[in-house]
């Protein structure tokens, strides 16, 4: 089963619109991570948000919040203001508890393709 | 943020080279590192991940002796791509976490075009 689903593979956002990108996710732990990253055409990953399944809180970094929901097991990213330079990739990724070796695995979703129109 | 970089950006090799890909932490000591995998408009794929002084730990299907990972420093992972061909052309993309931070921060990439 896929542990990161995310249902676009396509988005179209008027500029200066408010966009939601979709993401659930599957998992048994109690504990874990929830990324979203960023990839332009140049190919470049760029960390955006982080939200902890602790949190209790909604993370916001600028225009970007996540939308954690998490009995729905969802976390959402919201782009408010969308701009041109906002046209790209989107992953979201989750971080499950490192169960050996102490390190972390993170599990990417296959990306929402963004496009801004002006 | 945290910088890492990745060198080469890009190379083209003949089939049946080695080819190094460079990862580096800039401004912070990296005890682990992650090499990702990504085919054109796919996901991107674990390979390996890379602790410093030790050996790494190769994802399930990932070739050990296909893909050697070195991390001799704090700051600096290599992926060797050895005997290469052309399915090995992809887009090679590293990451490092911060220690006791959560979020990976990822290399520009390596474009990899075996001919």
């Known amino acids: 089963a896929q542990k990161i689903t995310q249902t676009q593979p396509g988005m179209f956002v008027q500029e200066k619109e408010a966009v939601t990108l979709d993401c659930t996710y599957d998992?048994?732990?109690?504990?874990?991570?929830l990324f979203w990253y960023k990839q332009p055409s140049s190919g470049e990953m760029i960390f955006l948000i982080y939200q902890g399944s602790y949190d209790e809180q909604n993370a916001t970094e600028g225009r970007y919040s996540l939308n954690f929901q998490k009995a729905r097991k969802s976390a959402n990213l919201v782009i408010s203001a969308s701009q041109l330079g906002d046209s790209a990739m989107y992953f979201c990724a989750m971080r499950e508890l490192p169960y050996s070796g102490g390190y972390q695995k993170v599990t990417f979703g296959t990306g929402t393709k963004l496009q801004v129109i002006p | 943020g945290a910088v890492v970089s990745q060198h080469p950006s890009r190379v083209i090799c003949k089939s049946g080279t080695s080819v190094k890909i460079e990862c580096r932490s800039l401004?912070?000591?990296?005890?682990?590192m992650f090499w990702y995998r990504q085919f054109p408009k796919k996901s991107l794929m674990l390979m390996a991940t890379?602790?410093?002084?030790?050996?790494?730990?190769?994802e399930q299907g990932v070739e050990k002796d296909k893909f050697l990972i070195n991390h001799a420093s704090l700051t600096l992972s290599t992926l060797t791509v050895t005997s290469a061909h052309p399915e090995d052309s992809s887009f090679y993309i590293c990451?490092?976490?911060?220690?006791?931070?959560?979020?990976?921060?990822f290399g520009p990439g390596t474009r990899l075009l075996v001919l």
């Open positions: 401004d912070f000591q990296a005890t682990t």
């Open positions: 998992t048994s732990d109690q504990s874990y991570g």
């Open positions: 890379s602790n410093e002084g030790s050996k790494a730990t190769y």
């Open positions: 990451s490092a976490r911060v220690f006791g931070e959560e979020t990976q921060y």
